[in-house]
């Protein structure tokens, strides 16, 4: 993965990565333009990645970190992966249904057969 810290290549790197991606927060702080992580730089990272579809885990701005290297994970929230990642922090019925059809036993074995078919 690059190490590059601009808001394009962060989102260059999601989508390399199949829609997620964990990165260390001096590269949110670097694409933001900050000296420093704070709650209120964590809330303009938020918003900078929103406005390009993504989210992020710590799910919550508060909870974000402050140190530039610990890690958060960048997601796609257009993609079905970005839902189910959204759907296991927000509790309801409809969430917990998306869960469920997300791990789905009949496509496990459906998919397990196509590997089997793939590998003889």
């Known amino acids: ?6 808001w394009d ?3 260059a790197d999601v989508d390399e990565h199949g829609g997620v991606v964990t990165v260390s927060a001096w590269r949110l702080r670097d694409a933001q333009g900050a000296g420093r992580l704070t709650e209120r730089i964590n809330g303009q990272i938020s918003e900078s990645l929103a406005a390009r579809g993504l989210g992020h ?3 919550n701005v508060e909870d974000m970190p402050t140190y530039q290297n ?4 960048i997601y796609d929230r257009t993609t079905a992966l970005g839902k189910v990642i ?3 922090h927000l509790p309801g019925d ?3 249904e998306r869960l469920r059809e997300a791990i789905n036993d009949e496509a ?13």
């Open 94 to 96: 409809d969430h917990d």
């Open 108 to 120: 496990v074995d459906i998919l397990r057969q196509v590997r089997d078919l793939v590998a003889e």
């Open 86 to 88: 959204e759907s296991a």
């Open 57 to 59: 885990v710590p799910f």
């Open 70 to 73: 610990e890690q958060v994970r």
């Open 9 to 11: 290549e962060i989102k």
């Open 1 to 6: 993965m690059s190490k590059n810290s601009t």
